[in-house]
């Protein structure tokens, strides 16, 4: 019922900024909770963020706070993630999903996924 597709990604130096996009089709992207997930090499896929459909919270894994923001703008069905003072352990395959809620920065009943993108961090 929902396509989603990543977009964004690419090569940047420690310290530079960047904002991942995920564009939904298929159905009604208002209805679902939204985040992100990323599989860093070498180490198991983990949530990032997670912001709630029904008021708009955010959420946000500990070793990403203060510089990943998620954010969505249902008019043109895409949720972001815009990533600040990007450091070498943020390259990873990035993952968005929609899913019917969040728990803290973790999507519960996750039903459609990505393909990913990806962030490769180096000088």
């Known amino acids: 019922q929902v396509q989603l597709v990543e977009s964004g990604g690419g090569s940047v130096q420690p310290g530079g900024s960047l904002r991942l996009s995920c564009l939904a089709s298929?159905?009604?992207?208002?209805?679902?909770?939204m985040g992100w997930d990323r599989q860093i090499p070498g180490k198991e896929r983990e949530g990032v963020s997670c912001?709630?459909?029904?008021?708009?919270?955010?959420y946000y894994a500990d070793s990403v706070k203060a510089r990943f923001t998620i954010s969505r703008d249902s008019a043109k069905n895409t949720v972001y993630l815009r990533i600040s003072e990007v450091q070498p352990e943020d390259s990873a395959d990035y993952y968005c999903?929609?899913?019917?809620?969040?728990?803290?920065?973790?999507?519960?009943?996750?039903?459609?996924w990505g393909q990913g993108t990806q962030v490769t961090v180096s000088s």
């Open positions: 999903a929609a899913a019917k809620y969040c728990s803290g920065y973790e999507l519960i009943a996750a039903r459609y």
């Open positions: 912001i709630s459909n029904n008021d708009g919270s955010t």
């Open positions: 298929g159905s009604t992207f208002s209805m679902y909770t």
